[in-house]
Each structure stands twice: as C-alpha cells, then as structure tokens.
DNA sequence: CGGTATCCAGGCCGATACTG
DNA sequence: CAGTATCGGCCTGGATACCG
C-alpha cells in the first residue's frame, strides 16, 4: 500500500454526516427558494403558492413539513374555518441563511466562469 | 431580528438562479465529498475510489465529469499504458471550498439541533 | 488502470382530483 | 383555505459486465 493512499479521513465521513444531512433537504429543489421567502416573514400557505408561482401545492406542502420537521420553519395553526395556517423562520432557520448568504454571492459572483468552463468543456469535446 | 438581516429575494429568481445551479451539482450525492477529499491534493482515479469507499465506479466517473465540465476539477491524462489519469482541484474549485467551510460549520455546529427538532417533530406526531 | 454500456429499483416531482 | 391521495414520467444512482 502506497503512501498517498492513506488519505486523513476528513469529517464529510461521519455517521451521519452533517453537512451532507443539510444538503439533503437544501440541496432540493424548493427547500432554499422557501426559505429565501420566508427570511421576508410570516407567510401564509397560499401566500407562499403565490410568491413562487411555479411550484404545485404537493411539493410546497411536503417541502414546508420537511423544514418544519429539521427545525428551520415553525408552522402556526389557527383552528378557524375556513383554517388559516402561517409559516414563519425559527431562529435556526434564520442562522443558517448567514452562511447561505456567503455561498449565494459566490454562486452569484463566480456563476459566468462556471458557465464559461461549460462552453470551454463542448468545445474541447467537439475536437475529439 | 432586524430589517438588515432580511435577504431580498430576486436572485433566486434569476434565469438560470446561479445558486440553485450551483446547488444542482453539489447537492446531489458525491459531489462534495470529491471536492474535500481533492483538497488534500492531487489523485488518481483508483485512489479517489479508494479514499472514498462505498462509491460506484459509474458515479465516480459522472461526478468527476461534470465537476470537470464546471471548472471545479482538472483532469490530466498520462498517455501511457496503463494509463494514469490525475484530478486535482483547479482555482475556482479551491475559491469554492472557502464559502462551503462556513456552512460546513455551520452544519457541524447546529446538527444535534436538527436532530432535535426531528424527536420533537416525531414526538408531536405521536400525539395525533 | 480507468473508464463505458446496460439494466434496474427507488425517489423526486408535476398534474389532477378530492376533502374537512 | 390548506391541504391529502393517486397516478405516472423522469432522473438518480447502484450493480454488473465489458473494453482499450
């Protein structure tokens, strides 16, 4: 066994992994656009169906009982009829938008060099 | 909270939103791991298998592919027989991993918060 | 050694219909 | 209003076999 096989274990290898726990709920496909929503406040269910306009009333729900379950989103039921149901950030949901915030402006500031490595890559594939 | 720590939301609306393009490559389920275990240095193909463990020849394969494609890896091709192929983190890769630590911490230091909130989720809905 | 081709299972997600 | 139930397409990712 050769010396550059023994690489230091790093911590995404952890049962479970945290970092790899969070991606798992962000890293889908409305997690963080819900989030993003509700950093402007309290929102109703309807409401948040109409902020983002393209998402189907299954997909919010189940999202939203999701980051409700990991602890980023508190949801306030009023027992009226007809019922009226309010979602808003916990203070965990609110602290985990902090470095979210730095890895949107890298996203944000680096997005043409990762679109230009895309054009580099087709062209250096249409030479072969 | 006050009014300065509200995010405003257009980006997430950008066409194409560079972050959720970003998240489509990282979120899913090797990606990260690759780039963190590449921060330790260059390595062969065989070597990242290894260093991984339970990663599929085909997956290793893609996900380098389209880190590649992204400009978040280097991939360098010894024409020789056997062939030797080395990966390494190019720039924009490494500026990457600076943001990914904040939230990695982030991870780290709130996971038994997310676990915590997933038992009282749990125990709430034992309640119904 | 460093991949690709093929098959397959499971989950994500949209559309639609229905409900208290 | 705020969901749930059901169906179905698509994509991800694992296992395996094959190849230069």
Chains 1, 2 share one sequence.
Not at 73 to 95: A, H, K, M, N
Request: hydrophobic share 40%.
């Amino acid at each position: 066994m050769n010396r550059d096989d023994l690489i230091p274990i790093p911590f995404v290898f952890e049962e479970p992994c945290p970092i790899r726990d969070v991606l798992d709920r962000i890293g889908d496909q409305w997690s963080l656009l819900i989030l993003e929503v509700l950093a402007h406040g309290t929102m109703r269910f309807s409401q948040l169906e109409r902020a983002i306009g393209d998402i189907s009333k299954q997909m919010l729900s189940k999202t939203l009982r999701r980051l409700e379950e990991d602890g980023f989103v508190r949801r306030t039921l009023y027992p009226q009829v007809p019922p009226r149901v309010e979602y808003q950030l916990t203070d965990l949901g609110r602290s985990f938008l902090v470095p979210m915030k730095n890895l949107i402006a890298w996203a944000n500031a680096n997005h043409g060099a990762i679109r230009d490595a895309r054009g580099d890559y087709r062209a250096r594939g249409a030479d072969r």
